[in-house]
Nanobody, 126 residues
C-alpha cells in the first residue's frame, strides 16, 4: 500500500502561483512514476486530466500541453515528496488536483495509476 497526501491548494487570482506538495509513504518499492492529475468542476472522476509526471529515479518528465512553460514538476527523493509548481495561473486551471502513483515507467493515462491521494482544490479567480 502507498499513501499519498497532497497539500498546498487554495484560492488565488489569475497570474499568481501555487505550489502543491504530495508526500508518499508506505511500500514505495512498487512506485515508479508520480503524477498530478486534475478534475475540473462538473466533470466525473473518470474524466480527470493528466497534468504532469515524473519518475522517481530516471530523468523522465512529462507535461500536458496546456501547462507546459507554466507548471514544473519536481521531486525530493529524500523526503518522498513530489512538487507541482504552478505559475501564471488561469481561471481554467481551477480544478481539484490529485497526486497519483504508478508502477509504470511513464504514463499519461489515469488507469495506469494505482494509488491516489484525496486531492487538493485550486481555485483561480479572474
Amino acid at each position: 500500500q502507498v499513501q499519498l497526501v497532497e497539500s498546498g491548494g487554495g484560492l488565488v487570482e489569475a497570474g499568481e502561483s501555487v505550489r502543491l506538495s504530495c508526500v508518499a509513504s508506505g511500500r514505495l518499492g512498487g512506485s515508479a512514476t508520480m503524477a498530478w492529475f486534475r478534475q475540473f468542476p462538473g466533470k466525473e472522476l473518470e474524466e480527470r486530466e493528466f497534468v504532469a509526471s515524473t519518475h522517481w529515479s530516471a530523468d523522465i518528465v512529462n507535461y500536458a500541453t496546456s501547462v507546459t512553460d507554466r507548471f514544473t514538476i519536481s521531486r525530493d527523493n529524500a523526503k518522498n515528496t513530489v512538487i507541482l509548481q504552478m505559475n501564471s495561473l488561469k481561471p481554467e486551471d481551477t480544478a481539484r488536483y490529485y497526486c497519483a502513483s504508478s508502477p509504470l515507467l511513464s504514463s499519461r493515462n489515469y488507469r495506469s495509476y494505482d494509488y491516489w491521494g484525496q486531492g487538493t482544490q485550486v481555485t483561480v479567480s479572474s
